[in-house]
């Protein structure tokens, strides 16, 4: 086999113990590392077709993976006016003014990014906008992604006009005293009552955004992502893509499981599992347990401040349960979107009772884990459930002081809770860290950051929300890389620099367990590698 690609001059660091390989250089064939060595004896290795880069002694770790990344929905969601720039609702009103002044009379206003923060003590409802979007069918996605606010004239030509009954428990149209909509949408049921009435993008538009966005990620040095949702036509792009050799990123797709899922639909999920291509796969199932405590929807032990988040997503709990220990059975590993407390515990519950009457080591994962109690901590590592956590949530959506919508609805005992990375990872739980994109930034230096120093991305000067909960650098690469393919069940073959392992690569322009958290979201990404061939390179090398 022909050798492909060779690294020369590169600071090899191995993710586990933190300390560069003896190692200068690397030979990749088919895929895989084929050999490491020095410079002179790789160099060897290479022919007229091999690819040679002398990497001037860049840090090169394992390709760094997303633990959970949406990227047909955040293609496109991130289509149209950014809003998450704005800090109150009148520079909301400024932002929402100005993209009018551009639309076309009758076009709708597509807005992202909308933080629950702006209001303040008000409610969040569309009235504030209401003058500057008089006539307009306009939908601003709030940053959670799990609720939208749509305005009077997209409500009207979706024909809302009062409350509605979903099969999504915590899904809901929310109206004033007088049962009249206020335009804020809880979760997916709700918000695609309006959004199936506007403009569609062509599904050549939205491949074409797909594809640049995965081109962004590889450009920011990702080479793989734990994909948390397969609609549409997800699916159809990834091989399309994969196909025509345009697939950046190496993908691990998990399709939805909804409240309503019959027999013969969970089956199908069963039977789509480890369908794919070369570079992509269908691995696992995602589920959701409760919504966000943003909006009110998550389920918590204890309601809100606002007497809300007391209900599960499933109307009945219990056939989440039963779902996962079919799932169980079938060898299919879960993912289970579960924020509150309450959630968190129950899919414990669910997972220890799914292993107590199947023994077989299926790897499930819980994800986002915003407030925990003490006694659930310990549960992780027991049961070998992965803890998988977004940290630029808590850096950019919370404040230190509390003054936030998140920690006002919680209070100072449960905010105190937030983002137990440290806890997690002392009481033995395997913590994988992603960006949830498109609700926080891809970029993955950014989420280990953030990890690192829990503080505002905007500005990094002001205090961090539960400094006590920060991970080491080291162990923020390791939530990238050893952890993310232990996760996937992919520790024999990814995850490491070491010779049978995949050849997926970062180099960085300096150490990223050195550089400080404040300045490592910066730290420039000289190359990126996937399955043995350069997927961004910088001119410099």
């Known amino acids: 086999?022909?050798?492909?690609?060779?690294?020369?001059?590169a600071g090899l660091l191995d993710p586990v113990s933190g300390s560069f390989l003896p190692q200068t250089a690397l030979a990749a064939a088919g895929g895989r590392i084929t050999a490491l060595g020095d410079d002179h004896e790789i160099r060897a290795l290479a022919d007229a077709s091999t690819t040679v880069i002398d990497l001037k002694g860049a840090t090169v770790t394992p390709g760094l993976v997303d633990g959970h990344v949406h990227p047909v929905t955040g293609a496109e969601l991130t289509h149209g006016l950014?809003?998450?720039?704005?800090?109150?609702?009148?520079?909301?009103r400024e932002a929402l003014a100005e993209e009018v002044r551009s639309l076309a009379p009758g076009a709708w206003l597509h807005g992202w990014g909308l933080d629950p923060?702006?209001?303040?003590?008000?409610?969040?409802?569309?009235?504030?906008?209401?003058?500057?979007?008089?006539?307009?069918?306009?939908?601003?996605?709030?940053?959670?992604?799990?609720?939208?606010?749509?305005?009077?004239?997209?409500?009207?030509?979706?024909?809302?006009?009062?409350?509605?009954?979903?099969?999504?428990a915590s899904a809901q149209v929310v109206c004033d005293d007088r049962g009249r909509p206020t335009g804020l949408l809880l979760e997916d049921a709700a918000c695609e009552i309006v959004e199936r009435v506007a403009p569609q993008p062509t599904r050549t538009e939205r491949r074409d955004r797909l594809a640049a966005a995965l081109r962004?990620?590889?450009?920011?040095?990702?080479?793989?992502?734990?994909?948390?949702?397969?609609?549409?036509?997800?699916?159809?792009?990834?091989?399309?893509?994969?196909?025509?050799?345009?697939?950046?990123?190496?993908?691990?797709?998990?399709?939805?499981?909804?409240?309503?899922?019959?027999?013969?639909?969970?089956?199908?999920?069963?039977?789509?599992?480890?369908?794919?291509?070369?570079?992509?796969?269908?691995?696992?199932?995602?589920i959701f347990m409760d919504g966000t405590i943003d909006n009110g929807t998550a389920w918590l032990e204890r309601p809100d401040h606002h007497g809300e988040s007391t209900h599960a997503f499933w109307p009945d709990p219990a056939v989440y349960t039963k779902i996962i220990g079919e799932l169980h059975r079938a060898g299919v590993p879960t993912a289970t979107h579960a924020i509150g407390d309450a959630a968190v515990r129950h899919v414990l519950d669910a997972v220890e009772k799914a292993q107590a009457e199947d023994g077989?080591?299926?790897?499930?994962?819980?994800?986002?884990?915003?407030?925990?109690?003490?006694?659930?901590?310990?549960?992780?590592?027991?049961?070998?459930?992965?803890?998988?956590?977004?940290?630029?949530?808590?850096?950019?959506?919370?404040?230190?002081?509390?003054?936030?919508?998140?920690?006002?609805?919680?209070?100072?005992?449960?905010a105190d809770r937030a983002w137990r990375c440290r806890d997690l990872w002392n009481s033995g739980a395997t913590v994988v860290l992603g960006s949830d994109w498109p609700i926080a930034p891809y970029p993955p230096l950014g989420v280990m950051a953030g990890a690192r120093h829990r503080r505002p991305t905007r500005d990094v000067t002001l205090p961090p929300h539960g400094p006590d909960?920060?991970?080491?650098?080291?162990?923020?690469?390791?939530?990238?890389?050893?952890?993310?393919?232990?996760?996937a069940g992919e520790e024999r073959e990814a995850g490491r620099i070491a010779v049978g392992y995949r050849a997926d690569l970062t180099a960085f322009a300096g150490n990223p367990l050195t550089t400080a958290a404040t300045a490592?979201?910066?730290?420039p990404v000289l190359l990126t590698v996937l399955d043995g061939r350069p997927t961004h390179r910088a001119a410099s090398v």
Not at 82 to 92: A, I
Not at 139 to 144: A, E, Q, T, V, Y
Not at 520 to 523: F, K, S
Request: glycine fraction near 10%; charged fraction near 20%; include cysteine.
């Open 1 to 9: 086999m022909r050798t492909s690609l060779v690294l020369l001059s």
């Open 82 to 92: 950014d809003l998450s720039h704005c800090t109150d609702v009148e520079g909301v």
């Open 117 to 168: 923060n702006v209001f303040g003590d008000l409610p969040v409802e569309v009235a504030p906008f209401d003058a500057v979007l008089d006539g307009v069918p306009a939908l601003l996605l709030l940053f959670d992604a799990h609720s939208m606010l749509a305005s009077r004239r997209a409500l009207q030509l979706a024909g809302v006009d009062g409350p509605r009954t979903f099969a999504q």
């Open 216 to 286: 962004a990620m590889a450009a920011v040095g990702l080479t793989g992502g734990h994909v948390m949702d397969a609609g549409g036509d997800s699916l159809a792009f990834y091989a399309e893509l994969d196909a025509a050799g345009d697939l950046p990123l190496r993908l691990r797709v998990a399709p939805w499981c909804q409240p309503g899922t019959d027999a013969d639909e969970l089956r199908a999920l069963i039977e789509q599992q480890g369908t794919g291509g070369k570079l992509w796969r269908t691995e696992g199932i995602k």
């Open 360 to 414: 077989r080591g299926v790897r499930h994962r819980v994800e986002h884990i915003e407030t925990v109690p003490d006694d659930t901590l310990r549960r992780f590592a027991e049961l070998g459930v992965a803890a998988s956590m977004q940290p630029t949530h808590c850096c950019d959506f919370t404040r230190a002081d509390h003054t936030d919508n998140w920690s006002r609805r919680l209070g100072q005992e449960r």
């Open 469 to 487: 909960q920060a991970l080491t650098p080291l162990e923020a690469l390791q939530g990238m890389t050893v952890n993310a393919a232990w996760a």
């Open 520 to 523: 490592l979201a910066d730290l």
